[in-house]
């Protein structure tokens, strides 16, 4: 599974974006896609994740009731909106592709993609 993100930029605290991620490839083969980020000089890390036949999602604790993961199977899209942006969330944020079942939505990540850079000021 090949995948490409997009949709980051500059935006001012409190505003919102909204990511995307196209899956091109086995796309139909993956149990499960995931959004992770990397602030500077910190380690990756989770943001959400959806699985693909029922839709259901998980969240790091830090990102909920601000940021909702969606997909369209039928466009091999997931989406990640971002609301009420603040400065902690600038990162490099990564959409992955877990092929199977893992057991953990936060690990076990086969493909990922290029990343695409958030940026918020205060």
């Known amino acids: 599974v090949q995948l490409q993100a997009s949709g980051g930029g500059l935006v001012q605290a409190g505003g919102s974006l909204r990511l995307s991620c196209v899956a091109s490839?086995?796309?139909?083969?993956?149990?499960?896609m995931g959004w992770f980020r990397q602030a500077p000089g910190k380690e990756r890390e989770f943001v959400a994740a959806i699985t693909r036949s029922s839709g259901s999602t998980n969240y790091a604790d830090s990102v909920k009731g601000r940021i909702t993961i969606s997909r369209d199977n039928a466009k091999n899209t997931v989406y990640l909106q971002m609301n009420s942006l603040k400065p902690e969330d600038t990162a490099v944020y990564y959409c992955?592709?877990?092929?199977?079942?893992?057991?953990?939505?936060?690990?076990?990540?086969?493909?990922w993609g290029q990343g695409t850079l958030v940026t918020v000021s205060s």
């Open positions: 490839g086995r796309t139909s083969s993956s149990y499960r």
């Open positions: 992955a592709a877990q092929l199977y079942y893992s057991g953990s939505y936060s690990r076990g990540y086969d493909s």
